[in-house]
């Protein structure tokens, strides 16, 4: 079963069709969450929550184009999460173990021993530094450069105009520069 015939079963009433998207864009959407949010198990609960509201909702989903309008639902709900987590003070300074889960996702399974070493720092490095930017910052590069959205799509998605995306794509790497120097 194809992305299409899962969103006619939905449409149709059918929640068989959710198994092909939980299969496609779970793992992706969980990155996505991780990256923004800072924290593994919110950016899951994220993810589920989505899953809930494609489910509730797959009626306004205007076009076939389900993965643009369900990353939209993953970036909006993770920078509320974001934000609101922001007024939250954690009573313990483990800090980045969750960051080392992460890079050990994204560390490819047969490297050397020196590039798994390299590829970890980096990542840590990175994760760390993402943690710097505000939830918008992390937001816009993450669908630019982990969901690899173009700039046309980021401006037709999030209804911004093209100079406001240059702008946070540019403060954010700046930021992003300004940290890992």
Do not use: C
């Not at 990542?123 to 992390?138: M, N, S, V, Y």
């Not at 998605?157 to 406001?164: A, C, Y």
């Amino acid at each position: 079963m194809d992305e299409h015939q899962a969103i006619n079963l939905l449409r149709n009433g059918d929640s068989s069709g959710m198994e092909v998207l939980v299969n496609q864009y779970y793992l992706q959407a969980v990155r996505s969450s991780f990256i923004i949010v800072q924290d593994q198990s919110m950016a899951e609960d994220i993810v589920q929550e989505a899953f809930i509201k494609v489910m509730n909702k797959i009626y306004q989903l205007k076009s076939d184009r389900f993965k643009p309008w369900f990353f939209k639902i993953i970036i909006n709900d993770s920078i509320r999460g974001a934000i609101k987590q922001k007024r939250i003070v954690p009573l313990d300074d483990h800090e980045y173990e969750i960051t080392r889960n992460l890079a050990e996702w994204l560390i490819d399974k047969n490297p050397s021993v020196e590039e798994q070493f390299e590829t970890k720092e980096l990542h840590l490095q990175i994760i760390k530094a993402l943690g710097f930017l505000t939830p918008q910052q992390r937001a816009i590069i993450v669908l630019r450069y982990y969901l690899e959205y173009s700039e046309f799509e980021l401006e037709y998605e999030l209804k911004i105009p093209r100079s406001t995306i240059k702008w946070r794509l540019y403060s954010a790497r700046e930021k992003l520069r300004e940290l890992l120097h």
